[in-house]
T-cell receptor, first 114, second 115 residues
Framework: GQQLNQSPQSMFIQEGEDVSMNCTSS?????WLWYKQDPGEGPVLLIA?????ELTSNGRLTAQFGITRKDSFLNISASIPSDVGIYFC??????????????FGTGTLLAVQP | KAGVTQTPRYLIKTRGQQVTLSCSPI?????VSWYQQTPGQGLQFLFE???????NKGNFPGRFSGRQFSNSRSEMNVSTLELGDSALYLC??????????????FGPGTRLTVL
C-alpha cells in the first residue's frame, strides 16, 4: 500500500530535548495532519495544516505545511515522558477528487528518558 | 462531545468466518472512513462513506465491504477471513467546516485476531 516517507524511524532522547520529524512525498497534498498513537489505541490528532507554508502550534508542538506541498515537519520542544508514542504524518493527496482518503507515513517511534 | 466509538474492541475469529465491525461517528459528522493497521503495511485506507454512499475505496479485495446508515453510523464486514486479516481496524469521522476543510478523528479501533 501507499505510504509517505517519514523520518526518522525512531528517536531515543532525554527529557527536555527538542525533537524534529518530517514527512515527504513525490505527490502534492492538500492537507497535512499529524497524529500520535499510543499502543492499542487509535491515532489522536495533534495538528492539522491546510495551506502551503502554514505554520501552526499546539502547545509545545509546531508543524509546518511545506511550500511545495510535498512535505511537512513536526517539532516538539522540551520533551516530557508523556510524549512517548508513535507519531504519524498523514495527508490528503490533491488527486482523487472529493475524498477524505488519508495516506499515512511510516511512523516515528519516540522514546523519552526521564 | 463524545468521540468516535467502535465496537467490539477485541475480536477473535477463525479462518473462513466472517466478521462485522461497527463505528459510531462524532455527532454531526457525516463522513466515515475505515483503515486497516498492521505492523507490515502500516495504516492503509479501506473505504470512505458519506451520506450512505461509498465515496472512495482503497486497494483491498472484495471480501472487505462496508455500509453507512442514515444516522451516519457505519459497519464494515470481512468475509471468508484469512490469517492476514489480523489487524487493528480503525474508523475515523469528519465534518466539513466553514473553511471547507475536513479533519478526521479516529476511534480506538477494533483489534481483530484470526486464528
Amino acid at each position: 500500500g501507499q505510504q509517505l516517507n517519514q523520518s526518522p524511524q525512531s528517536m531515543f532522547i532525554q527529557e527536555g530535548e527538542d525533537v524534529s520529524m518530517n514527512c515527504t512525498s513525490s505527490s502534492i497534498f492538500n492537507t497535512w495532519l499529524w497524529y500520535k498513537q499510543d499502543p492499542g489505541e487509535g491515532p489522536v490528532l495533534l495538528i492539522a495544516l491546510y495551506k502551503a507554508g502554514e505554520l501552526t502550534s499546539n502547545g509545545r508542538l509546531t508543524a509546518q505545511f511545506g511550500i511545495t506541498r510535498k512535505d511537512s515537519f513536526l517539532n516538539i520542544s522540551a520533551s516530557i515522558p508523556s510524549d512517548v508514542g508513535i507519531y504519524f504524518c498523514a495527508g490528503v493527496p490533491s488527486y482523487g477528487g472529493a475524498t477524505n482518503k488519508l495516506i499515512f507515513g511510516t511512523g516515528t517511534l519516540l522514546a523519552v528518558q526521564p | 462531545k463524545a468521540g468516535v466509538t467502535q465496537t467490539p474492541r477485541y475480536l477473535i475469529k477463525t479462518r473462513g468466518q466472517q466478521v462485522t465491525l461497527s463505528c459510531s461517528p462524532i455527532s454531526g459528522h457525516r463522513s466515515v472512513s475505515w483503515y486497516q493497521q498492521t505492523p507490515g503495511q502500516g495504516l492503509q485506507f479501506l473505504f470512505e462513506y458519506f451520506s450512505e454512499t461509498q465515496r472512495n475505496k482503497g486497494n483491498f479485495p472484495g471480501r472487505f465491504s462496508g455500509r453507512q446508515f442514515s444516522n451516519s453510523r457505519s459497519e464494515m464486514n470481512v468475509s471468508t477471513l484469512e490469517l492476514g486479516d489480523s489487524a487493528l481496524y480503525l474508523c475515523a469521522s469528519s465534518r466539513r467546516d466553514r473553511a471547507g476543510t475536513d479533519t478526521q478523528y479516529f476511534g480506538p479501533g477494533t483489534r481483530l485476531t484470526v486464528l
